[in-house]
């Protein structure tokens, strides 16, 4: 079992630029969140899907963030136009029948 | 307001020593508490998960508690290993129908040899 699968691992941009973060699912569950961590406000749940659908986006900081999820097992987490205090660890968290979350390596994204 | 609060701050314990970490919450409605491991440039790792009737749950060397009148949870780690260094995060989740947890800060703990 290969676990969730994140790409970029780490992701260097330029204020304005549009980031793209990926997330592929373990295979069979149906629940994915994203998160951000950040030294001075920890872990922070951006959205989380069930069954493809969006449950709850209130973590969402701005309109600047969008998260898809195209098919049952990948979801996307987009920014557009970055900026330097959206530089942190962005993870995504897949659930299924349990109540336990299993975490991706994360991508590290710095915003310069 | 829903908070989660995590002590100590960060803790350095010898290899072979017992330690506790604290979680304090004033969370409600109450559905579940876990305690995560966050190894250094890794994602959380869940140990420990309770709901409200639970008490005591053990994971090898780790022995999570949950007093839910005081609101308060305990992570026991015994005989540390140096592998235990690491972030150790307790969440608590809402029992709202929807999915609404609540974050602690961490606990960092070093482990020396």
């Known amino acids: 079992d290969a676990g969730v699968i994140q790409s970029p691992r780490h992701e260097v941009t330029e204020m304005g630029q549009e980031v793209t973060l990926r997330c592929k699912l373990i295979?069979?569950?149906?629940?994915l969140f994203w998160y951000r961590q950040t030294m001075m406000r920890g872990l922070e749940l951006l959205i989380y899907f069930n069954n493809n659908v969006p449950i709850d986006d209130s973590g969402m900081p701005e309109d600047r963030f969008s998260a898809k999820m195209p098919n049952a097992s990948f979801s996307t987490l987009k920014i557009q136009p970055s900026e330097p205090r959206d530089s942190a660890v962005y993870f995504c968290a897949s659930r299924g029948s349990t109540d336990t979350q299993y975490f991706g390596p994360g991508t590290r994204l710095t915003v310069l | 307001k829903n908070q989660v609060e995590q002590s100590p701050q960060s803790l350095i314990i010898l290899e072979g020593k017992n330690c506790t970490l604290q979680?304090?919450?004033?969370?409600?409605?109450?559905?579940?508490l876990r305690w995560y491991k966050q190894d250094t440039g890794r994602g959380p790792v869940s140990l420990t998960i309770?709901?409200?009737?639970?008490n005591t749950k053990s994971n090898g060397r780790y022995t999570a508690t949950l007093d839910a009148d005081t609101k308060q949870s305990s992570l026991h780690i015994t005989a540390s290993q140096l592998s235990d260094s690491a972030s150790y995060i307790c969440v608590v989740s809402l029992n709202t129908g929807g999915f609404k947890t609540i974050f602690g800060a961490g606990t960092r703990l070093f482990v020396k040899a």
């Open positions: 979680c304090n919450y004033t969370v409600s409605p109450f559905s579940n």
């Open positions: 295979s069979g569950h149906n629940s």
């Open positions: 309770m709901t409200f009737s639970e």
